[in-house]
């Protein structure tokens, strides 16, 4: 696919704190309503961005409190991206943490997050360097809806 120009974005910043992370939901929930979605897809957009915001504040920062990204952008065609970057320590095995049921955060993590994020998205892509961060970036088309 070739680069489009965005119709519209934000960016924002925001410390790895886990009470962000319904502030970030609540972020993407205001950016997509100018997209007039449905609810099922309002609420997979919610729950597919708090998968990676979570992912940052609790295994990115596991020490220290580090700055989480949320970019959001709407392209032509009715397309939501969203991009969630940290530029915490990495994840080692990209393939191993897309599997279901892996965790590196013990047994009360249920290893679902990427599973979640595919399932709820329309693609799914994950950048990731040992000591580096990690950006998830997922996209989703939102139904036309028809007003009368």
Request: aromatic share 6%; charged share 25%; glycine share 8%.
């Given at each position: ?19 962000n ?46 700055p989480?990204?949320l ?10 991206e ?6 915490g ?38 950048r990731?360097a ?5 950006t ?13």
């Amino acid at each position: 696919m070739t680069r489009m120009k965005p119709e519209n974005e934000i960016k924002l910043e925001f410390p790895g704190l886990s009470r962000n992370e319904g502030f970030a939901r609540g972020a993407a929930a205001c950016f997509v309503a100018q997209m007039d979605p449905n609810l099922n897809e309002l609420e997979d957009i919610k729950t597919a961005v708090s998968e990676p915001v979570t992912n940052a504040i609790l295994h990115a920062y596991p020490d220290m409190i580090g700055p989480v990204y949320l970019k959001m952008r709407i392209y032509p065609g009715n397309t939501l991206e969203l991009m969630i970057k940290d530029r915490g320590k990495g994840i080692e095995n990209i393939e191993q943490a897309r599997q279901p049921m892996f965790t590196t955060g013990g047994a009360e993590r249920s290893g679902m997050g990427f599973t979640i994020m595919e399932s709820f998205m329309d693609s799914l892509k994950i950048r990731s360097a040992p000591g580096r961060g990690t950006t998830v970036i997922m996209r989703k088309k939102i139904s036309m809806r028809n007003h009368l």
